[in-house]
């Protein structure tokens, strides 16, 4: 999902409860208008701050029916749908405060203000959506989180598609490339394409976003092969409906160009959960720095005291920057404490790779390593090395829960079902960690962390992240 929808979905919350509140005001000072009272004298008392803080908690549960109402969902829907389901849950809203008189009698003795605000909200919620969906068409239309498509099929669905992109500009999507079939050939075109055009788009940073099956006469076995090749490339894979039923277990239909296209969902942390996990990564971490500053400063002073050399581990041997893979593949600077002697990095693949214990996969563990300082050995013992991370989840590299951020050296030697964990962002901790640490083999991580990118959940997150003290302490008792 691009930033774009994440923004503009976001939005929405915080605008319609301004639009919310507006509505019962404006129902309000309307009431009181010299135009109402001409016709009908006021005979009740209503002290607008009152009636103010009503407002308030009424707006803020009427965004609770509007969720339930599936007004968040990040669901393409037609605007036609959008203003029904607006009105659907005003309705409800309505009928709360319905409710609320039996409770509160005193506020709502105005069935004007009532009804006016009911009809206000849902006339003012819909202008909100309107301009919102208008603004999206515009940026649309100017090329502004516009999708980037590769179209795979050769028949006239993708022909009716890749006229409903090019004429109807607002649409959100471009064809970048299309191609006839999947073959083994044209995979490596295809890579070769997507690698060449994420490189070429350089500051703009526009990239292939999606990849959309268009053919439904595509073998069984270059269906599976592409959405393989999606997931490896960690594109959106859409695809025309009735096809790979045994991969489809998560699934969003939208309508193209008059055709049902469905998109597959690799987690669920997609629309609103990507972005309650990245709140959560934010106050968590935040308050972890706050906590375990006297900690960061006196590591900080003792590895500095302990031995030459910088405090953080940041560069290699050679100088260049230190680099872990995130989300997408993409690489990110990456810096930890100092846990060893300058300039023995690179000895993992030389003079010590005889010794490396994790044999089962491309990951290097040498024991009673010769390379740790005094100090390194400590920090190590106990996973304070790696406590700089929490600001590397604070400005969004990373976050708290997720699968171990790996080097690119590593991530080379990776096989094709292993980048699955490349979905989301690394974490500090995960669900192998809490499983097993350093003692399971590469395989089983890698299966635990596909668990928790498929099953994420914030009560998931929270689990892993009480139950990491505990697992750092029972793997030290063990040693």
Not at 13 to 31: E, H, I, N, T
Not at 166 to 186: A, W
Not at 225 to 240: G, I, Q, S
Request: glycine share 6%.
């Amino acid at each position: 999902m691009k930033k774009s929808d994440l923004f503009f979905s976001f939005i929405l919350l915080p605008l319609d409860y301004a639009l919310l509140v507006l509505a019962g005001v404006s129902a309000y000072f309307l009431r009181f208008s010299s135009f109402s009272t001409g016709i009908r004298p006021i005979m009740f008392n209503l002290p607008f701050p009152e009636y103010f803080k009503a407002v308030l908690l009424i707006s803020f549960l009427w965004i609770i029916i509007f969720a339930i109402s599936s007004l968040y969902s990040f669901k393409n829907r037609r605007l036609s749908q959008e203003i029904y389901r607006i009105f659907s849950a005003c309705s409800a809203g309505f009928v709360l405060i319905v409710i609320l008189i039996f409770f509160r009698r005193e506020l709502f003795d105005s069935r004007f203000i009532v009804l006016t605000a009911w009809i206000l909200a849902i006339i003012y919620i819909s202008i909100g959506r309107i301009l919102i969906y208008w603004l999206k068409k515009a940026l649309f239309a100017h090329g502004i989180g516009v999708r980037n498509v590769i179209l795979v099929g050769a028949g006239k669905t993708g022909d009716n598609l890749v006229k409903e992109f090019f004429t109807k500009k607002y649409s959100g999507f471009r064809v970048i490339k299309r191609v006839r079939d999947f073959s083994l050939d044209t995979s490596k075109e295809l890579s070769e394409f997507i690698k060449t055009f994420n490189q070429s788009s350089g500051s703009k940073r526009e990239r292939v976003d999606e990849i959309i099956q268009s053919d439904p006469n595509l073998s069984k076995a270059e269906s599976l092969r592409l959405y393989d090749f999606a997931n490896e490339n960690h594109l959106v894979f859409r695809y025309v409906a009735d096809l790979l039923e045994l991969k489809a277990f998560r699934t969003e239909i939208l309508e193209m160009a008059g055709i049902p296209v469905v998109e597959i969902k690799k987690t669920t942390l997609e629309g609103w959960g990507r972005i309650a996990k990245r709140i959560f990564d934010i106050i968590v971490s935040a308050i972890i720095i706050i906590l375990l500053s006297p900690v960061i400063i006196i590591t900080a002073i003792l590895i500095k005291l302990d031995s030459s050399g910088p405090v953080f581990f940041s560069r290699r041997d050679d100088g260049s920057p230190v680099f872990r893979v995130g989300q997408g593949g993409q690489a990110f600077r990456y810096f930890k404490f100092r846990s060893m002697i300058p300039g023995t990095d690179n000895m993992r693949y030389h003079e010590l790779s005889d010794q490396n214990l994790r044999k089962d996969g491309p990951m290097v563990k040498i024991k009673d390593d010769p390379r740790v300082t005094r100090v390194g050995k400590f920090i190590r013992r106990w996973s304070i090395d790696e406590l700089p991370e929490l600001f590397l989840v604070f400005i969004g590299k990373m976050s708290i829960v997720g699968p171990r951020p790996h080097l690119p050296e590593e991530v080379a030697k990776y096989e094709q079902h292993h980048k699955k964990t490349l979905t989301i962002k690394p974490g500090i901790t995960g669900l192998a960690q809490v499983s097993g640490r350093s003692d399971l083999l590469f395989e089983e991580e890698v299966k635990l962390d596909v668990y928790y990118i498929e099953n994420w959940s914030l009560l998931l997150d929270l689990s892993i992240l009480l139950r990491t003290p505990l697992a750092i302490l029972k793997n030290r008792q063990a040693e």
